[in-house]
């Protein structure tokens, strides 16, 4: 059976202006051992979707749709029984490692806190699985750090607790929002490396968010390229970066720096500026009756304004249909026709990302 | 010892210090002769004279404020006009009443602050919390003189449950007198409480918003408790800091309370010194009530190192 | 709260607001009106209606002097606001530009000028006016002055923290560096952006400023006779509470509901002039 199937997921905020929609029809289905992307620039609703996902949503917000976990729609499950889910079947890694953890409490303390509230393990079994967690995320001296508190641990060993936290009661699916973003490049790496093998070696699902088009690259079988909330590219991560094809996502690909782009020109301490999309992300409550991206849009034309594109089908060009890569269970020809954009002008797009 | 608490206890002594000189400085500097206003104006200026020699006011002020600071320190309390005994003396049966009514409402005040504010935070934005944030408002708005006066009406006068004021003294019993500190600890408390219950409210809300409570959520822990577990403690460090701060306004409450309830307390002995110009009494006493406050809050700082490991970090 | 109503409109759309408002407005109302009118005049006794009941005369009934006690409520109103006005422009004064100065000035002088005011905070307000009053007798100026005396640390802490965070601000820097000096920053771009916090804890402390004069002229050291004052009428009404508890009532509403009003006024403004603060009060 499916892990989790993911039904038109909308969330609507009730913010000062009225009624916004952060999250806008979010379908995507996940298999055991399977891992997904979301991309998209900040404000995208990549983290709207996790905790809607987790039933964690802010009290102002409301979630429509399905979440099916094994079939079960969680968005009907009463707190109680989602209380139960979280930490358990679906547990979550954070982006601010410096504040995700209560300041007040030991780090084993806080890893032993779902293991006896999950598992029902003693204080000694708690502490002792802690231990073992420590040391599977690579925690040196993980017997000494159990009675530290968070302020004792540097950035990166504080985001190994976090996912020692969350892989405590084994769960199925591990959603990691932006879990490097705070962390310096080097640590970033070490932290990405990490929870790809964990996933692999325990074959759990993994969403990982990030904006960071590199950060997807390495680590995710399939992509969701987000904006506006919605879905506006997604497939088998191969096929997105062999085939850009949604204008917001070569916009995303060409903002991304590149090695040696970076260097300083000696002479005129002017570093190349980076490409940027042009113009901002549009206003949550006043989002485009037609496509969201229409605004920073170079191809757009009032078709594009009447109605919100459909996600449709990527013809891949001719002869360049060995995506390769394919991850367990998904047969090659499956890549292909599961590479979707929702653009009305996609020939175009692809032409001019050709041509450039 | 951390140095957190090294450099609490220097403030805690420094700002003693301070105490002692304020008060001194406001005695001396401003216009008014304590023997001429013992004796009153019409007082014959030999008898003054005599007066001024015998309190020592002919001396260098300097030197009179270290004789009063090395008593001080020796436990050596200056010797009050009106009653010719020492200021000790005065204070052993009147701490009897003024420190267990401060304790009383101190604890009454903390605990209808921590359940008001936790009820309230927990009931955000519903008709709970819009309540007793009214009711608080409305409490903070009260005089505890007048929510005295109407407890005295209310409790004393149509009731009778309780006697409008007086003391009957510990030894004819405990509960007889404890009786009597209650409505007075209820007065100072309510002020206090409403306060404190306000700004419990916003702290745990403040903290339901950190992100480490996100977290203690997606471990799959109830609201109650994250509540409980996560933010009640967090909560605490600037709520108590605000206890702290408000020990001074307890302490001075007292003052008033005592008065509309005739306890023969601290508060009621100072403003008789002050009616009957007991200069002596009434610095003793400043410095006394000065002191309590600065050693609460050095607790409060002790009290912090507890709650908070970050604190106790640095050792040196 | 909409976010881009305008001004006027956020003000009238929030109930402590219009509340705080209303009853302050009352307050100063009543004041002013007293000085030409009352119904009765508040300190003219009348042996013999003396614990009269509510007539339509006396709408509060009289005194033990026969005295009316809605004019003396009204008079009453004059007191407090006087001692509002003057303690808490003190406090304004001395704690604004102490702030400033520390502000300004950063390192020694801001040093000295906040652990002076932690002193403050440490000291029981109270205890101050009592000693005032110990060695220059009581009075309504000495209550007063002690009261102020004891915003200025309330004003200058709030000012500093206000004004670093100004100091910070790129408009503020871009004025340095156009080589305008510290006192012309300070009265051309700093004070003009704290003054909204100002206005709001100035609500604040004169609601405390309230209490404290009618708590000093209840104990018999702030305001004397014949002046009227709610703290003194209630310290009198106590002495008949047997006789007639109403006394002991109607000041004692005064009180709370001035300081009520201007505790919601100021808690309303908060919101009103910063909407993006009022989502979590
Ligand atoms: N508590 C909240 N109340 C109201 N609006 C919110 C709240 N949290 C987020 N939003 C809005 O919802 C939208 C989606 O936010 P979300 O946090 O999902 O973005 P994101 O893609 O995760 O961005 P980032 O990369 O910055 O984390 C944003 O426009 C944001 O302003
Ligand atoms: S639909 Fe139109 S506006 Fe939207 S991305 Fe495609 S070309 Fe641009
Ligand atoms: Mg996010």
């Known amino acids: 059976m499916t892990l989790l199937s993911v039904e038109n997921l909308s969330v609507t905020l009730n913010t000062m202006g009225g009624p916004a929609r952060a999250v806008r029809d979010m379908t995507f289905t996940l298999e055991r051992g399977e891992t997904l992307g979301l991309v998209g620039e900040s ?43 979280r930490g358990n079947r679906i547990a979550m890694v954070f982006q601010e490692p410096m504040t995700s953890l209560n300041p007040l409490h030991t780090v084993g303390h806080q890893i032993g806190e779902a293991l006896s509230l999950h598992r029902k393990l003693g204080r000694g079994e708690a502490q002792k699985e802690a231990l073992r967690l420590l040391e599977v995320v690579g925690i040196p001296d993980a017997g000494k750090r159990l009675g530290n508190y968070p302020h004792q641990l540097s950035g990166g060993q504080r985001q190994r607790v976090m996912i020692a936290m969350a892989l405590s009661c084994g769960p199925d699916l591990l959603i990691a929002d932006e879990p490097t973003t705070a962390l310096d490049v080097t640590i970033q790496k070490q932290i990405l490396d990490l929870i790809r093998n964990l996933v692999n070696d325990l074959g759990m699902a993994m969403i990982l968010i990030s904006h960071d088009l590199g950060v997807i690259a390495q680590s995710v079988d399939r992509v969701h390229v987000m904006y506006g909330g919605g879905t506006v590219e997604s497939g088998p991560t191969a096929a997105i970066f062999e085939h850009l094809s949604h204008p917001y996502t070569q916009g995303l690909f060409a903002a991304m720096p590149k090695l040696g782009q970076r260097a300083k020109r000696k002479d005129g301490a002017k570093r190349q500026r980076l490409n940027t999309i042009p113009g901002v992300v549009p206003e949550l409550a006043d989002l485009p009756a037609g496509c969201t991206f229409a605004e920073r849009c170079g191809l757009v034309t009032d078709e594009c304004r009447a109605a919100p594109p459909p996600l449709t089908s990527v013809a891949p060009p001719a002869g360049n249909a060995s995506s390769g890569n394919a991850s367990a269970g998904i047969a090659p020809a499956r890549i292909v026709e599961d590479h979707f954009a929702a653009c009305v002008h996609l020939d175009e797009a692809r032409a001019r990302l050709n041509s450039a | 010892m951390s140095l957190f608490l090294v450099k609490r206890f220097i403030t805690f002594l420094a700002t003693l210090f301070g105490a002692t000189i304020l008060t001194f400085l406001a005695l001396e500097i401003l216009p008014g002769d304590p023997a001429l206003v013992i004796l009153g104006v019409d007082a014959p200026d030999s008898a003054v004279e005599a007066l001024r020699l015998e309190m020592g006011l002919d001396r260098p002020a300097i ?36 420190i267990p009514l401060a304790l009383m409402a101190m604890v009454l005040s903390v605990v209808m602050a921590l359940s008001l504010g936790l009820y309230a935070a927990s009931q955000h934005n519903k008709r709970g919390d819009v309540t007793v944030m009214g009711v608080s408002q409305l409490g903070i708005s009260v005089p505890n003189f007048w929510l005295a006066l109407l407890l005295i009406l209310l409790f004393a006068v149509h009731l009778r449950w309780f006697s409008a004021g007086g003391f009957p003294g510990w030894e004819n019993g405990v509960w007889p007198a404890f009786k009597a500190l209650i409505l007075p600890s209820i007065a100072l408390a309510t002020v206090q409480g409403a306060i404190l219950a306000r700004f419990t409210r916003s702290a745990i809300l403040e903290t339901m918003r950190e992100d480490y409570v996100r977290t203690a959520r997606a471990k799959g822990l109830t609201r109650r408790a994250t509540l409980w577990k996560h933010v009640l403690r967090n909560a605490l460090i600037p709520v108590v800091t605000i206890m702290g701060l408000q020990f001074a306004n307890l302490l001075a409450g007292t003052i ?61 | 709260m909409g976010a881009n109503l305008t001004f006027v409109q956020r003000c009238i759309r929030h109930r402590s607001f219009v509340a705080g408002g209303i009853l302050s407005g009352a307050l100063v109302g009543i004041a002013l009106l007293s000085v030409v009118w009352t119904p009765h005049n508040p300190i003219k006794m009348n042996i013999r209606g003396r614990f009269a009941d509510p007539t339509w005369n006396h709408l509060l009934g009289t005194d033990q002097f026969g005295r009316d006690i809605l004019s003396i409520i009204m008079s ?76 200025i640390p309330v004003f200058a802490r709030l000012t500093r923290g206000a004004a670093n965070a100004v100091w910070a601000r790129e408009f503020v820097l871009a004025a340095r560096a156009a080589g305008k000096g510290r006192f012309r920053i300070t009265v051309e771009h700093i004070l003009p952006n704290i003054v909204s916090v100002l206005v709001v804890q100035t609500t604040i402390q004169f609601a405390l400023a309230i209490l404290a004069e009618a708590a000093l002229s209840y104990l018999g050291i702030g305001s004397q006779p014949p002046t009227p004052s709610w703290g003194r009428m209630l310290s009198e009404a106590q002495t008949m509470i047997f006789l007639n508890p109403w006394l002991a009532v109607y000041p004692g509403l005064a009180i709370a509901m001035s300081v009520l009003g201007l505790n919601l006024l100021g808690d309303g403004l908060r919101d009103v002039i910063d909407p993006r603060l009022a989502r979590e009060r």
Not at chain 1, 61 to 71: C, K, N, Q
Not at chain 2, 68 to 91: A, C, D, K, N, P
Not at chain 2, 256 to 269: H, I, M, Q, Y
Not at chain 2, 275 to 291: G, I
Request: with cysteine.
């Open chain 1, 43 to 85: 404000g995208c609703g990549k983290s709207m979707t996790a905790l809607a996902l987790m039933g964690l949503l802010p009290e102002t917000a409301r979630a429509s749709g399905a979440v099916r976990l094994e079939g079960e729609n969680l968005l009907e499950y009463s707190e109680a029984a989602m209380c139960r889910v």
């Open chain 2, 63 to 98: 030197e009179r404020y270290f004789d009063w600071i090395s008593g001080l320190l020796q436990g050596r309390f200056g010797t009050s006009y009106t009653y010719s005994v020492s200021v000790l003396e005065l204070l052993e049966a009147r701490l009897g009443i003024t």
């Open chain 2, 256 to 316: 008033v309370v005592e008065n509309v309830f005739a306890l023969p307390g601290v508060g009621r002995l100072i403003l008789q010194s002050i009616s009957q110009r007991d200069v002596v009494v009434v610095r003793d006493l400043v410095v006394l009530l000065a002191a309590m406050v600065v050693i609460v809050n050095f607790f409060v700082d002790l009290l912090y190192a507890v709650i908070d490991p970050r604190l106790k970090a640095h050792d040196i």
């Open chain 3, 76 to 151: 009453g109103a004059q007191n407090s606001i006087t001692v509002g006005v003057v303690a808490v422009g003190i406090g304004l004064f001395f704690g604004v530009s102490l702030g400033l100065l520390a502000s300004a000035r950063r390192g020694w002088w801001e040093e000295i000028i906040m652990r002076m005011s932690d002193f403050m905070f440490a000291f029981p307000a109270i205890l101050l006016a009592i000693m005032l009053v110990a060695t220059i007798g009581p009075g309504a100026v000495n209550a007063i002055v002690a009261i102020g005396i004891f915003s």
